[in-house]
């Protein structure tokens, strides 16, 4: 996708603050973070969300929650962690690429939903 944003991270057309690079996947730090350890994990080729995965993807997201813990120790979060994937209108996604949000840091990260 020419004007998709994370595939310009990718393809290093943009700058980011990357922290890991390999064949397939790129992580890099949120440009809003909601807590002190906040990266997004995406996978090169572009796939619009995890809605339209095939079984051809399961590689790439294998190696995107593979690093997690890896990442999540290296940038300050040693304790532990939470891995978010938004997809689609109901979900929030707001950038049609897939893309897993590393979230953490020396505090608990909360719930994982408001129970209103």
């Known amino acids: 996708m020419d004007n998709c944003l994370f ?3 990718a393809r ?10 390999d064949d397939a996947v790129v992580a890099f730090h949120d440009i809003n973070p909601v807590r002190p350890l906040h990266l997004l994990v995406i996978p ?3 796939i619009a969300s995890l809605a339209s995965i ?4 399961t590689p790439v997201l294998g190696r995107m ?21 938004n997809t689609g ?5 707001e950038v049609q690429h897939l893309h897993a949000h590393l979230i953490g840091g020396p505090e608990p990260v909360g719930p994982m939903l408001n129970r209103n």
Do not use: T, W
């Open 7 to 9: 595939c310009k991270i």
């Open 12 to 21: 290093a057309e943009i700058p980011a603050r990357k922290v890991y690079e």
């Open 44 to 46: 090169k080729k572009h």
């Open 54 to 57: 095939d079984d051809a993807d």
């Open 65 to 85: 929650l593979a690093i997690a813990d890896r990442l999540a120790r290296e940038n300050g979060s040693p304790e532990g962690f939470r891995v978010i994937i």
């Open 89 to 93: 209108r109901i979900g929030m996604q």
